[in-house]
């Protein structure tokens, strides 16, 4: 039997695969933010596309001290409440302390663990104590092996649902690469498997202490993504890339969302009416 998932469940609203995770990466501001929200909100209905809105209320994780971090948890979250209120979209965050965890499921359907963050016993068991949908993001550093345990951690605490996104591991010094067996080994643990396609083609660090990125290769590793059997997909979008406040080198032009879905979507589905193939 094929492992892929075919729904997905949040609270009382179901979602149909595969999932889309899209947003900034950061909340710039309230106006830019809803902009955002509602271009995708508008997208998410004209193709009937099961959306979770994603923005960052602070960025904690940063190369350089002087790089933009946020407006903070309380402002942030308010801003993602009128997202809701304005969209009717669910809203994901990341947090980074076990009383964010616990502020921010107030506001959101699904918690994020930072990458950096996800051996931290502690964050993990207070954010899957919400009994909200946890989403981890995948160290750079863990192998597709140890994702087994932080899956369990988070299952034991009471996490409604765990998903795991995928965002490349280290490869020498500023260079992420994907091993895209782990999304099946992933889905073995009972975790869906997102795949993040804009923090894989990320260069962490640098020189100049500014993370760069390779854009051009979203596509082809979301495409690559997309045959290997993804449950979903986790975009940063941005409506001028080149101006944004945070990770801008890594994140897809919001004007170009469209045209990548007509990519990905497609190989999506056929992937899903595939027999499975056992050797």
Not at 16 to 36: C, N, Q, R, S, Y
Not at 203 to 210: I, K, L, Q, R
Not at 223 to 230: H, N, Q
Request: net charge negative; aromatic share 8%; charged share 20%.
């Amino acid at each position: 039997m094929n492992s892929y998932r075919t729904q997905f469940s949040l609270a009382e609203r179901s979602f149909d695969a595969p999932l889309w995770v899209l947003g900034p990466d950061v909340i710039e501001d309230e106006g830019f933010t809803l902009e955002v929200a509602h271009t995708i909100a508008s997208l998410a209905a004209a193709r009937n596309l099961s959306v979770i809105f994603k923005a960052s209320y602070e960025k904690a994780n940063r190369s350089s001290s002087s790089s933009f971090r946020g407006p903070g948890i309380d402002r942030g979250l308010e801003v993602l409440a009128r997202v809701r209120e304005e969209t009717g979209l669910p809203l994901t965050t990341d947090v980074h302390t076990e009383e964010q965890a616990r502020a921010a499921a107030e506001v959101v359907d699904v918690i994020q663990i930072p990458a950096f963050l996800c051996r931290q016993n502690s964050l993990l068991e207070a954010a899957a104590g919400s009994h909200k949908v946890v989403n981890l993001k995948k160290g750079q550093f863990l192998s597709p092996w140890d994702v087994a345990a932080r899956v369990k951690v988070l299952q034991d605490a009471g996490a409604a649902d765990v998903w795991v996104t995928e965002r490349g591991s280290s490869f020498g010094y500023h260079r992420l690469v994907n091993d895209f067996r782990a999304i099946p080994l992933t889905q073995q643990t009972g975790a869906a498997l997102i795949f993040d396609a804009t923090h894989s083609v990320q260069t962490p660090g640098g020189p100049e202490g500014v993370s760069g990125g390779e854009r051009h290769f979203i596509p082809v590793l979301a495409r690559a993504a997309a045959a290997a059997g993804a449950d979903g997909f986790f975009l940063e979008v941005h409506p001028d890339p080149d101006q944004a406040l945070c990770d801008g080198p890594n994140a897809l032009p919001l004007n170009q969302l469209e045209q990548f879905l007509d990519h990905i979507i497609p190989i999506t589905r056929c992937v899903r009416e595939l027999p499975e193939l056992e050797l």
